[in-house]
């Protein structure tokens, strides 16, 4: 038995306390004296969270889901674990500028070892499966397991898992989700988070009888003033009559193909054009951008090497 524990039981036996009321009182004496034990004087570095960023990539040969960012340096760091456990603290909504634009952002505030803030888009397939999980569970007072899991073209996707069973938590995709309900509902287990529940009414611009990827083609579509019926017969040739029915590559494909149909009458140099949507739209998206607004800005800056090159 520790020495501390004796002392404080000779003590009690000393004064003739109740059994049990000592016993209570030891433990709790016993509680207080780790919690300052436990606790590092002297100096330290300020606690700040751990911020880690959704986004696959490779450095020297290794590849990596999310990161985190050197602001002094403007360095990317990559981290090699692609699981983090710990207790769902907090669900919030942040708006981050982006290139002059506001972009929305899912923080999943998770208490570990340190505080960790996990940023993704709010429209992400990793915040939507993070979701879709994080929906089904309960009792947040148990601790979980964010698992990042790399996807086709750049996407990451999340799956979440009981800490103590190891059991994955799993839930169907449905057309019909209400994905500012489910932050809700979620923000209210975890104790409320009022000042953002607000900005959740931006997620509900997409009607719920139009899936998000067919009215993103339409959006696309609409922008580039590309034929109707060429997307009615490049479906066709998948088998199938809406994007939403294909893969999420697939549909990356398609929205290419618009994009570079528009630009074969604006641009010299094809491969000039692939480059440029390369750099300006697909790694943006990436980084946060929202796709209509890295289109916009990748089809300026081809009319505009056009326009100089007259």
């Not at 330290?44 to 590849?63: R, T």
């Not at 089904?136 to 979440?160: M, Y």
């Not at 959006?219 to 003033?225: F, K, M, S, V």
Request: proline share 5%; charged share 20%.
């Amino acid at each position: 038995m520790p020495l501390l524990q004796m002392n404080a039981r000779k003590f009690f036996s000393r004064y003739r306390i109740p059994i049990i009321a000592h016993e209570t009182l030891i433990n709790e004496t016993l509680i207080k004296v780790n919690m300052v034990t436990e606790i590092k004087l002297g100096l330290c570095n300020p606690p700040e969270p751990i911020y880690l960023y959704v986004n696959q990539g490779e450095v020297d040969g290794e590849s990596f889901v999310w990161y985190k960012f050197n602001i002094s340096q403007e360095k990317k760091i990559p981290v090699p674990q692609r699981a983090l456990t710990g207790y769902l603290s907090e669900l919030r909504l942040t708006t981050k500028e982006f290139k002059g634009r506001d972009n929305l952002k899912l923080d999943i505030v998770v208490s570990a070892d340190e505080l960790y803030v996990i940023r993704t888009g709010v429209e992400t397939n990793f915040a939507k499966s993070f979701l879709l999980a994080a929906s089904l569970v309960q009792d947040f007072s148990k601790p979980l397991i964010i698992v990042a899991n790399a996807g086709d073209e750049n996407t990451v996707f999340c799956n979440l898992y009981d800490a103590a069973t190891k059991t994955k938590i799993y839930r169907e995709w449905s057309r019909d989700l209400d994905w500012a309900t489910i932050i809700r509902d979620i923000q209210s287990l975890l104790g409320g988070a009022s000042s953002t529940i607000s900005a959740t009414p931006k997620l509900s611009v997409v009607p719920q009888s139009v899936h998000p990827q067919d009215l993103r083609v339409k959006n696309i579509r609409t922008l580039l003033d590309y034929p109707l019926d060429l997307v009615r017969e490049w479906l066709q040739f998948q088998d199938t009559n809406s994007p939403s029915q294909l893969h999420i590559s697939k549909i990356d494909e398609l929205v290419k193909t618009m994009c570079l149909a528009w630009a074969a009458g604006k641009c010299d140099h094809p491969n000039h054009a692939e480059s440029l949507y390369q750099n300006l739209v697909v790694d943006a998206v990436v980084s946060g951008t929202d796709e209509l607004t890295a289109i916009k800005t990748w089809m300026q800056q081809l009319q505009a090497v056009k326009t100089g090159a007259s």
